[in-house]
């Protein structure tokens, strides 16, 4: 499972040359370029090298990125990259934590293998192929070609399920109407290819006559900054015009910086306040949403801290490789960015994500919080 947080701004396509089957070094000078004028930091750096002593360009990366702050620019290959960035995915579907030594299950993607075989949130991963459960283990699985004995802890009771890897395609939105007015959103991805998803899942919205939303981004690590900005825009109405959020490059590339705006589209709500349920993998796009939207109307947070990435980058792409270097912070309509930290639940709103029930489910602790706030005005 690639785990990486990404903000994609546009994408770049230069092709290097060199013949086939010879080893490809053209990105070493030309990933020194990138860090020498793109990269956001590149004041910073250390560009007194050698740049024949680099024998891939993850290692080149991981040297010149500046340390104290950068914790996200990344090399990988254009075919990674591209499934990166669809809703196709490979593998078993499922992401998991290690809890207390306890591979355990945090969510299952719809529409995945995983899925399919009934693997559910909460469950404790025992054993894979009679060998006890690892991060390592889950990872070399995933390169087999036949199902996959998963024996694991649920309920109480173990039970043995298969599961086969494979390419599979994946919805990144779910959607509840509770007590008639309040409407529970999931969103696991800003994804270009979640369009008309979301369109969907805001026409109900919409047609019910919602005036309470709940919006679950605890495990959306972000994307792309364009579909940012139309969530945005479904989820407040008369901004026309007004700023939702900035890129600021560094200073000698202020010319691309830019500026995104609110505008309404005929499903979007007209909300007073949107309650946001976050943790520490809500990131990126995520933060950019929750940030752009203070400004101007009432903004509940619940659950943990958010990840803390208020920067971005364009994917940059030769031959072989896609670069994904920082380019760029992402403010707010009043400058706010600085949230390395990453941004606070509302006070008295720290609530621990809960494993023992399925996400949208009205008894799972964050989604309780959500609407005993509504109820109450504050959290228990």
């Keep these: ?84 960035l669809t809703q196709n995915g490979a593998g078993f579907g499922f992401a998991y934590s290690n809890l207390d030594g306890n591979l355990t299950v945090l969510y299952v993607r719809d529409g995945s293998p995983a899925d399919s075989a009934n693997l559910k949130r909460g469950d404790i991963v025992l054993e894979i192929d009679g060998d006890r459960a690892t991060e390592d283990s889950i990872r070399y699985s995933i390169g087999v070609n036949r199902e996959v004995e998963f024996k694991i802890w649920r309920g109480g009771y173990i039970s043995t399920i298969y599961i086969e890897p494979r390419d599979y395609n994946f919805r990144v939105t779910d959607i509840k109407i509770i007590d008639g007015h309040i409407g529970y959103f999931r969103l696991d991805s800003f994804n270009v290819d979640a369009l008309d998803e979301i369109e969907e899942c805001f026409n109900l919205l919409k047609s019910r006559g919602v005036d309470e939303l709940i919006v679950d981004l605890r495990y959306n690590g972000g994307g792309s900054l364009v579909m940012a900005s139309i969530i945005m825009d479904k989820l407040t109405t008369g901004l026309d015009g007004e700023v939702q959020f900035k890129l600021r490059w ?34 990126s796009a995520s933060e950019a949403v929750i940030n752009g939207l203070k400004p101007y109307m009432e903004v509940i947070t619940i659950g943990d801290r958010t990840y803390g990435k208020p920067v971005g980058m364009e994917g940059v792409e030769d031959r072989e490789y896609v670069y994904y270097l920082v380019n760029f912070k992402i403010e707010n309509s009043l400058g706010i960015s600085d949230y390395f930290d990453g941004l606070d639940v509302t006070a008295g709103c720290e609530t621990e994500d809960d494993l023992k029930h399925p996400l949208g489910d009205v008894k799972e602790a964050l989604l309780s919080q959500a609407l005993y706030f509504i109820k109450r005005g504050e959290c228990r």
């Design 1 to 84: 499972m690639i785990r990486a947080t990404l903000t994609i701004f546009m994408a770049i396509y230069i092709y290097g040359c060199g013949g086939d089957g010879e080893p490809y070094y053209g990105y070493r000078i030309y990933l020194y370029n990138l860090f020498k004028t793109t990269y956001l930091w590149s004041d910073d750096v250390d560009l007194d090298i050698d740049v024949s002593d680099f024998n891939s360009p993850s290692e080149m990366v991981k040297y010149l990125k500046y340390e104290p702050i950068d914790r996200w620019s990344f090399v990988m290959t254009r075919e990674e990259s591209r499934e990166l």
């Design 250 to 283: 560094n200073r000698r590339y202020r010319a691309r910086d830019y500026t995104y705006r609110f505008e309404e589209d005929s499903n979007s709500l007209n909300l007073n306040r949107v309650i946001f349920l976050t943790g520490r993998n809500s990131a």
